[in-house]
């Protein structure tokens, strides 16, 4: 099993598009993200936890699932990156293949010593660019795909027979 653990604040740093939502509503930018992985996750069937620091959400630690990602915010005195450190560690065994995204290059370090594979913020919004891509592509396929009749018919008649479908004559 693979398991991807986002650094949630500093991915909307580092990606353009949430990085000016940010600045308008970062509820918005949020969701924007929970969205996006929500696709990676679907796409590559990977276990995605997002990680949001407390420190713009006060309150208690919260977990919550949007789509089937995971969503943490941590408890009020404790950052992001420790709790990515310390799941890398309780989630980490043979069977399982822990990958962090985050550009924090300390924590890059920290998740190395765990055993974690790293991506930055730029390597996860190449991959998600792409991921969309090739949904696109596959949405567009499916539209193009026109029913297919069991009698071949010509075209006239197929026409016709369209005309009556729809009510006309």
């Known amino acids: 099993m693979d398991i991807l653990l986002v650094d949630g604040y500093n991915i909307i740093g580092a990606w353009p598009e949430l990085s000016a939502l940010k600045n308008k509503d970062l509820a918005s930018a949020r969701d924007l993200l929970v969205e996006k992985m929500a696709e ?6 990977y276990r995605v936890i997002v990680v949001f620091d407390a420190y713009y959400v006060q309150g208690t630690e919260k977990k919550l699932k949007n789509h089937k990602v995971e969503v943490i915010f941590t408890r009020e005195n404790e950052t992001a ?3 990515i450190e310390k799941m890398a560690i309780d989630l980490g065994n043979r069977l399982t293949q822990i990958h962090v995204a985050t550009s924090d290059f300390t924590e890059q370090w920290a998740i190395f ?8 913020a730029r390597e996860l919004l190449t991959e998600i660019n792409v991921i969309e891509q090739k949904i696109e592509k596959r949405v567009r396929k499916i539209q193009e795909k026109k029913p297919v009749s069991k009698i071949p018919l010509s075209s006239e008649v ?3 027979f369209e005309k009556w479908r729809r009510g006309g004559e």
């Open 158 to 160: 197929a026409e016709i």
């Open 40 to 45: 990676y996750q679907a796409y590559t069937g």
């Open 81 to 83: 990156d420790e709790r």
């Open 113 to 120: 010593g765990q055993g974690a594979l790293r991506k930055s």
